[in-house]
């Protein structure tokens, strides 16, 4: 079995080495192993499918922070910034 380096699978795959290090200790990369510092990746292993969720349900509490806000008498557009009056300073 031929092996690639990460640099060559990221070129491959079309991602960043970065991100075939993640997948690669995730386990989401089968028959990689590590030698040393560095990962082998099977040269015959396709690139793992996408598992982020796009759909946004994991966003679990959206409304009750927008409630929260409301009754703390926040504003959609508080930005979370404090602002001092030094007028009163001499």
Same mark, same amino acid.
């Given at each position: ?9 990221? /070129?491959?795959?079309? $991602?960043? #080495?970065?991100?075939?290090? %993640?997948?690669?200790? /995730?386990?989401?990369? #089968?028959? +990689?192993?590590? $030698?040393? @510092?560095?990962?082998? %990746? &099977?040269?015959? /292993? #396709?690139? &793992? +499918?996408?598992?982020? %969720? !796009?759909?946004?349900?994991? $966003? !679990? @509490?959206? =409304? ?13 557009? =508080? ?8 007028? @009163?300073? +001499?």
């Amino acid at each position: 079995m031929k092996y690639l380096s990460v640099p060559q699978t990221a /070129e491959r795959w079309g $991602i960043t #080495p970065r991100r075939i290090q %993640i997948l690669c200790s /995730e386990d989401r990369i #089968p028959g +990689a192993v590590k $030698i040393g @510092n560095r990962w082998a %990746i &099977p040269d015959d /292993e #396709p690139k &793992p +499918a996408d598992a982020r %969720i !796009k759909s946004g349900k994991y $966003i !679990k @509490n959206r =409304h009750k922070m927008q409630d929260r806000r409301k009754r703390r008498g926040f504003s959609p557009s =508080h930005t979370g910034k404090v602002f001092c009056d030094n007028s @009163n300073k +001499a």
